[in-house]
Nanobody, 125 residues
Framework: QVQLVESGGDSVQAGGSLRLSCAAS????????MAWFRQAPGKEREGVAA????????YYADSVQGRFAVFHDNAKNIMYLQLNSLKPEDTAMYYC??????????????????WGQGTQVTVSS
């Protein structure tokens, strides 16, 4: 069974950077997809970035394109999300998600069957 554990969330000022980590265990194939989502209070969970560990592609929401980057350390089974040029509107709980399917794109939250517990990112102006 796949388990995901996020870390790296913090409070930073606007313009700052953070790197989030998602440590995955139980993944046994190279055909899965993983993604980062975020949810701010009172808002729906939204997709931020997605990738396939085999490097077939990375996908980003328009709101973070050019500022965030998703990448993997396949040897350690860790997915990272580098957050640069942070804005107050990036404040949210960030979750990593896993699907046993290869997904070409940033799919909806309901597509992913396994979630981590989340890590909080707070950006002050």
């Amino acid at each position: 069974q796949v388990q995901l554990v996020e870390s790296g969330g913090d409070s930073v000022q606007a313009g700052g950077s953070l790197r989030l980590s998602c440590a995955a265990s139980g993944i046994v194939t190279s055909e899965e997809s993983m993604a980062w989502f975020r949810q701010a209070p009172g808002k729906e969970r939204e997709g931020v970035a997605a990738s396939a560990p085999t490097g077939r592609g990375t996908y980003y929401a328009d709101s973070v394109q050019g500022r965030f980057a998703v990448f993997h350390d396949n040897a350690k089974n860790i997915m990272y999300l580098q957050l640069n040029s942070l804005k107050p509107e990036d404040t949210a709980m960030y979750y990593c998600a896993y699907s046993a399917l290869y997904l070409a794109g940033l799919a909806s939250a309901t597509t992913y069957g396994t979630w981590g517990q989340g890590t909080q990112v707070t950006v002050s102006s």
